[in-house]
């Protein structure tokens, strides 16, 4: 039974060489699964962007026929896609509800209307009561997620509070961390589901067997799928917090870093060819 704790952190680039040393071979099919924001790319209100040595690595791995990237996002499909552009590349909206690959198939799991009633009379009353001093609301249209990271400490604690009051009262799981509170629904979908999901329609029912898997991400919503990949993958958690209990393999602590990641997997499958 996987449990959360604390994971080895990446230090500098050659631990990813070692973490992935004998992992990836020339004839493996790979599943490279990446969160965007926070993760690719810093988490601002609007979707930012990479950096250099990441964008760049991404569509060197995007073009390599072994590899089935996908991007996953808390936005909807249409932005993520629209702001990347990468082809080759498959791209998760809403938490792996709505999906297109790059041959341009597309699939979407609705949501029961009252759900989504719920949540946006939930993301339209934190936006009234609780968004400002630099404090937001991020809408990832099955969870939302209220930021505080740099709000005045007078006025972060009656925030809290408040929000708190907010997402527990419309019946949403509560989830803190040290600068956000996260609300999620009461349904049986989250990225881990969506994770499998992808796999299965891309690769059929046995793709545990088939497959080396590499999945990043920043977020608790993360943390799911890397639980459902526990001793099936390879999983990193980006985040700064020197406790961080969680499912990953390994801790990253910047986005920065995420590319060297990418950068170990590309020169991983470079030195092989050679």
């Not at 925030?159 to 999620?184: D, M, N, R, S, V």
């Not at 029912?205 to 608790?220: E, F, Q, R």
């Amino acid at each position: 039974m996987a449990e959360q704790k604390k994971a080895p952190l990446m230090r500098k680039e050659e631990d990813f060489t070692k973490a992935l040393d004998g992992f990836i071979t020339p004839t493996d099919q790979v599943a490279l699964l990446l969160d965007y924001d926070g993760t690719l790319a810093p988490l601002t209100e609007e979707l930012s962007i990479m950096p250099k040595d990441t964008e760049i690595n991404i569509k060197k791995l995007a073009a390599n026929e072994k590899i089935f990237m996908c991007v996953f996002s808390g936005r909807e499909l249409s932005e993520i896609k629209n702001h990347l552009k990468f082809p080759n590349v498959t791209y998760a909206g809403n938490h792996g509800l709505e999906v297109e690959y790059p041959s341009g198939k597309k699939f979407k799991i609705e949501m029961p209307e009252e759900l989504l009633e719920k949540h946006n009379k939930l993301v339209a009353e934190l936006k009234e009561k609780v968004v400002c001093s630099g404090a937001w609301v991020e809408d990832k249209k099955i969870s939302v997620t209220y930021h505080y990271k740099g709000v005045n400490d007078k006025l972060k604690a009656k925030l809290i509070e408040t929000a708190k009051g907010l997402i527990q009262g419309h019946g949403f799981q509560l989830i803190e961390t040290p600068y956000a509170l996260e609300g999620k629904p009461r349904v049986n979908w989250d990225k881990g589901e969506g994770a499998k999901m992808i796999l299965e329609k891309q690769f059929n029912a046995d793709w545990a067997k088939n497959l080396k898997i590499v999945y990043c991400g920043d977020d608790t919503t993360d943390e799911d799928a890397m639980k459902m990949l526990s001793g099936i993958g390879k999983t990193f958690r980006v985040s700064e917090l020197p406790n961080l209990k969680t499912y990953a393999n390994y801790q990253i602590k910047t986005v920065e870093e995420v590319g060297w990641l990418l950068k170990a997997i590309q020169a991983n499958y470079e030195k092989k060819k050679n």
